[in-house]
Every structure is written in C-alpha cells, then in structure tokens.
C-alpha cells in the first residue's frame, strides 16, 4: 500500500486529474511501463514489484486502479469455494483499510459513505478523501471466470 499512498500524496493537490498526469507521477516514482497501446497518448498500464496498476478512463472521469491482492478458484471446487475466496477477499479489505487509517495518512483522510464506486459492483468497499482526491480499497470481481482482487482506486 505504500507505493500506492505515494502516488495519492503526489495527485493530492492536483484539482483535476488527468492519465498523462497519473502517468508522468508512476514514472517519477520509478514505475516501469507494463504494456503501451499503439496510438494511446500515455502508457496506462504500469508495473512496480509485484504491483500492476492501470489508468483507467479519460478526465474528468481518471483514476487509477492498483492490484494489491488476487487470488483464483478453480472452477470445479465449487461455489462454497468461490463464497470462501469472498470471504477471503472482504477481510483483504478490512486488513488494507486498517493500515490505510493508521499509516501516513490518518490525519489527513477523512472516511467516505455513499456510493463512490463509479458503477463498480464491489464485494467489499472502504472509501476516504484525500485533499482533492478519493481513495478507494475493494475487492472485485469482474466476471465469473476471472479471479478476485483487491484493488487500491485512485480517483
């Protein structure tokens, strides 16, 4: 998560967020590029460690989306697996979201209700402003076939 707070820190103070802008702070912060796509303006998908972070969007709608946790099923174990790795996922969530409001940050954040998920259906969400930004802690999953993150949103 501390790779993730450092980005915040630097995007705090911008009133508008831009992918160029998310881009040009992954790279000052040593992240390397994972994947460019042919014609796009910047490289939205960036990888630091074990970290793998995509920009998502266009302005005003911007964020950044950084994988702290994924795990798989394999599909013949069952739904009770799958309600497991749920579980599993929710309690990633409360884990990150504990160390997010006693880390660096707790003076400065301020804790989020509501629905700011940006039509995201997340199994489990934990959601703080930061200056002018929103960070968000959830897990997800986008399709039945695809694993469970947890992802640390930037927006």
């Known amino acids: 998560m501390d790779e993730v707070v450092a980005v915040l820190e630097l995007l705090t103070g ?3 967020l831009t992918g160029e802008g998310i881009a040009a702070v992954l790279e000052r912060l040593g992240w390397g590029v994972a994947r460019q796509v ?4 910047f490289p939205r998908v960036w990888r630091k460690d074990d970290l793998l972070a995509g920009i998502e969007g ?14 798989e099923v394999d599909e013949e ?3 009770d697996a799958l309600e497991a790795l749920y579980d599993e996922s929710s309690q990633a969530v409360v884990r ?5 409001e006693t880390g660096v940050l707790a003076g400065r954040l301020a804790r ?3 629905d700011r998920t940006q039509g995201i259906d997340y199994i489990e969400q934990r959601a703080w402003s930061v200056g002018h930004r929103l960070l968000l802690v959830g897990a997800v999953q986008d399709d ?5 993150r947890v992802d640390a949103v930037v927006s």
Do not use: H, M, N
Not at 38 to 41: C, E, Q, R, T, V
Not at 144 to 148: A, F, I, Q
């Open 14 to 16: 911008d009133e508008s």
């Open 38 to 41: 042919p014609g796009a303006a």
């Open 58 to 71: 266009a302005a005003p709608q911007v964020r950044l989306a950084v994988t702290l946790w994924e795990r």
């Open 77 to 79: 174990a069952g739904f």
């Open 96 to 100: 990150i979201a504990d160390e997010v």
């Open 112 to 114: 989020v209700d509501g």
């Open 144 to 148: 039945t076939e695809l694993p469970v």
